[in-house]
Each structure stands twice: as C-alpha cells, then as structure tokens.
Nanobody, 121 residues
Framework: EVQFVESGGAYVQPGGSLKLSCLCSGFNIINYAMSWYRQAPGKERELVAALSDLGGNPYYLDSVKGRFIITRDVAKNTVFLQMNRLTPEDTGVYYC??????????????WGQGTQVTVSP
C-alpha cells in the first residue's frame, strides 16, 4: 500500500520559516520524481515544487521560487520542503506526491491527509 504522511505544518508569522516532511511508504522515492502540492480554502490544489529522481533542476511555482527548497533523503524515504520568508498567500494544506517526471502526472491516486500551514500575525 502506498502512503504519504505529511508533517511539519504550523501557525507562523509572515517572514517565518517551516520545514515540511513527507514520509513515504509502499514505494521507494529514489525511483520517482517527488512533488509538493498545496490547496488553499476554496481554491484548486496546485503544484508547488518537484524534484527529479534523475537529476537536473527542481521545479518551483513562480510565487515560491527563491523561497522554497525541495529535497529528499532516500535513506529515510522522506521528502522535505524548506519554506522561507513565508507570506499569508502560502497558507494552505500541503501534500506530497510521486511522478515519473518533474511536473508530470502523479503515479499514485491516493493523497495523504496533508499538513496545515497558516501564515498570519
């Protein structure tokens, strides 16, 4: 069974930082491009960042470029999203996923429960 367990979300002030984690099971992340998505209330889920299993530059949503960094620890089968200089527009539930190629469609249909990020004074 494929499972994504996201964690690390919190209530933070604008300008703060968070590091999200996605512990994966049922597959090895070394074989996949790994991605982070987010969904704000009343809005569609959007791709935030993606990291290829083959190398090359990661993908970042334009609004987070230069502020977010996606990394992976294959030994721990975990994907991370370092989030810096957070703004209220970064508020949402953050999810991770797996794909064959960066920005490509997800291989597995299931979503984790996500982790809530709230940026507010």
């Amino acid at each position: 069974e494929v499972q994504f367990v996201e964690s690390g979300g919190a209530y933070v002030q604008p300008g703060g930082s968070l590091k999200l984690s996605c512990l994966c099971s049922g597959f090895n992340i070394i074989n996949y491009a790994m991605s982070w998505y987010r969904q704000a209330p009343g809005k569609e889920r959007e791709l935030v960042a993606a990291l290829s299993d083959l190398g090359g530059n990661p993908y970042y949503l334009d609004s987070v470029k230069g502020r977010f960094i996606i990394t992976r620890d294959v030994a721990k089968n975990t994907v991370f999203l370092q989030m810096n200089r957070l703004t209220p527009e970064d508020t949402g539930v953050y999810y991770c996923g797996a794909a064959v190629r960066v920005t490509g469609p997800r291989i597995f249909d299931s979503w984790g429960q996500g982790t809530q990020v709230t940026v507010s004074p």
